[in-house]
């Protein structure tokens, strides 16, 4: 193939898009159904699962699964099991503690996807188009391929992205929080100048919010909030139970909506009416639906007359202005952070920018203006942007990773840790070198000791996560200096260092303080994507003693030996 290739994926929890760059020229790939939303749902209905393309909606849902990008990396609970509507498939607790589905045919488990799996599908069938339309020859033709996810995703969250798009095929797979991805797009086309941005982002299954300093082709994330479990389809389900409620009310048949078989044909035709009316909501002031499907799903065909139902956006906006008053919750928590941490208040942003297939509804423009007073941006399709800006940072990225250099036009994100990143001490608690919130790239320094006489080697161990505690952490990855000179107890200054640089690789470097130099005992690299290690191993780990002391300001803390994991 002539020339690099770079991909962007906005892999939504209802919708999929991609953006392609060839030839230094960027486009929306348009999918076998004719459009560039690729549904996120996969049809096990034949022998080799499929991507559901949306003609087929109605004759593959009965075997399909929705929604998984919702379960990526969660654990399973009972709340999550009770939401089998939502998923199409009924759930269970996989071995490692996570959700998995269950698809049953006649009565019979026929698999048992995981949501990895299943996403893994919906990764497949975008790497086959682009093989299809000539784009790519095979994956080994992908300079590097960028996917937008929420920005509070936790390190196991994108660990399993990264996962399924690695079994998918794809490689040199790196990460981009979506807020961040839509401002390059917007950016792209506006030439922003140092200017505060509020991205206002809700998807079908998410939502997130943050405040970004643009300047140019620099951007600084400032603050982030979020939900992992608000968006669309929740307007769906709400919009579901309201449809269904009229027609009990109005027939009198004794039904209950959670009562249903939801991979039932005539549950699935509901479903599809409920979108369709969701949809034209945004666009139009009314809309009248047929209740035929309803009388068959309660085995009452015998009793329709053509009945329909009108329903009034005034009506569905007040059914859903829960759902928008907690993401305005969110981004006033976002605001009055900003001002007390930052000293950053809401007239000093420029605009708020619309990102998710949800922000069509006329509800929340209408929410956000009135109660900021700021101008909201909706010039880019609320459904490409964040594919768009992964497509620029995908590029972005192979310049400095590959080439190890910014060229004039190249991005610059400063961006702020998911999470934070530390060793564990002595009770296995954890102490947290990189703290969640701290500006990226950073590089953090702390003085260490040893524990015994004439040591020859000084381990640390990184995690994840804001517990105190280890196993309330993720461990990520063992680390090991050999020491070069053999001292007593206490006596050796031990340096480590964690730098986060701008290709996002964590370096731990550790170091000797001698009384005359610094002599550096040796650096490890970690390949990161947004913060996820390729090399984390959470399995068959075994806790040891390490011998090794931190310094604190007043000289050795006598009550923190570490210990670190060995695989």
């Known amino acids: 193939m002539n020339g690099r290739i770079f991909v962007g994926i906005d892999f939504g929890t209802t919708n999929t898009t991609v953006c392609v760059e060839t030839n230094g020229r960027r486009r929306m790939v348009v999918f076998a159904n004719g459009s560039y939303l690729l549904k996120s749902i996969v049809s096990y209905k034949d022998k080799i699962p499929k991507v559901v393309m949306s003609t087929e909606i109605t004759d593959n849902m009965q075997w399909s699964v929705l929604n998984c990008k919702r379960l990526l990396g969660v654990p399973y609970s009972p709340s999550v099991k009770g939401r089998v509507s939502c998923y199409n498939a009924p759930l269970f607790q996989d071995p490692s503690g996570l959700c998995s589905f269950r698809i049953v045919k006649g009565g019979t488990t026929v698999c048992t996807p995981t949501p990895v799996d299943v996403a893994s599908l919906i990764f497949t069938e975008i790497l086959n188009t682009l093989i ?93 909030e979020g939900e992992t479990n608000t968006g669309g389809s929740d307007m769906l389900d709400i919009l579901a139970d309201y449809i269904f409620d009229c027609f009990v009310a109005d027939t009198g048949i004794d039904a209950y909506l959670d009562a249903q078989d939801p991979t039932s044909r005539a549950f699935q035709q509901f479903r599809k009416i409920c979108t369709d009316a969701k949809e034209c909501l945004s666009e139009c002031e009314a809309v009248n639906i047929s209740l035929k499907c309803l009388y068959v799903m309660t085995n009452q065909l015998s009793k ?58 006329p509800l929340v423009e209408r929410q956000l203006k009135q109660r900021y007073k700021i101008k909201v941006m909706k010039d880019i399709n609320q459904n490409q942007c964040v594919a768009q800006g992964a497509c620029i940072y995908a590029k972005a990225y192979n310049n400095l990773a590959v080439f190890n250099r910014v060229t004039e036009g190249d991005v610059c994100i400063v961006e702020k840790a998911p999470f934070s990143y530390g060793v564990a001490l002595k009770g296995d608690v954890v102490y947290p070198l990189i703290k969640k919130g701290d500006k990226i790239p950073t590089t953090i320094t702390k003085v260490f000791t040893t524990t015994e006489d004439n040591q020859d080697s000084i381990s640390t161990a990184v995690f994840t996560g804001e517990g105190t505690r280890a196993e309330e952490c993720t461990f990520v990855r063992n680390v090991v200096f050999k020491f070069d000179e053999r001292l007593p107890k206490g006596v050796p200054r031990i340096l480590i260092t964690y730098h986060i640089d701008a290709a996002n690789i964590l370096k731990v470097t550790c170091a000797h303080q001698g009384d005359a130099q610094t002599n550096t005992l040796g650096t490890v690299e970690m390949m990161i994507t947004w913060f996820v290690c390729f090399l984390s191993k959470r399995n068959n780990s075994v806790l040891e003693e390490s011998k090794v002391f931190v310094f604190d300001e007043d000289g050795v803390s006598a009550a923190t030996s570490f210990r670190s994991f060995s695989q």
């Open 132 to 224: 299809r339309q000539k784009v790519i020859v095979n994956e080994n033709d992908i300079s590097s391929v960028a996917i937008g996810i929420p920005a509070e995703y936790d390190h196991l969250q994108r660990d399993k992205t990264i996962e399924a798009a690695s079994i998918a095929g794809f490689q040199n797979v790196h990460l981009i929080n979506e807020p961040t991805a839509a401002v390059l797009s917007y950016n792209d086309r506006h030439q922003f100048a140092d200017e505060y941005v509020l991205v206002y982002d809700l998807g079908g299954g998410t939502f997130d919010t943050s405040l970004i300093h643009c300047s140019h082709n620099s951007y600084e994330v400032i603050m982030t």
């Open 304 to 361: 329709f007359k053509n009945q329909t139902l009108l329903i009034h956006r005034e009506d569905y906006e007040e059914l859903i202005s829960p759902i928008v008053d907690q993401t305005i919750t969110c981004v006033d928590r976002l605001l009055r952070k900003a001002k007390e941490y930052h000293g950053i208040t809401s007239d000093q942003i420029g605009r708020i920018i619309l990102v998710g297939g949800a922000t069509r509804t």
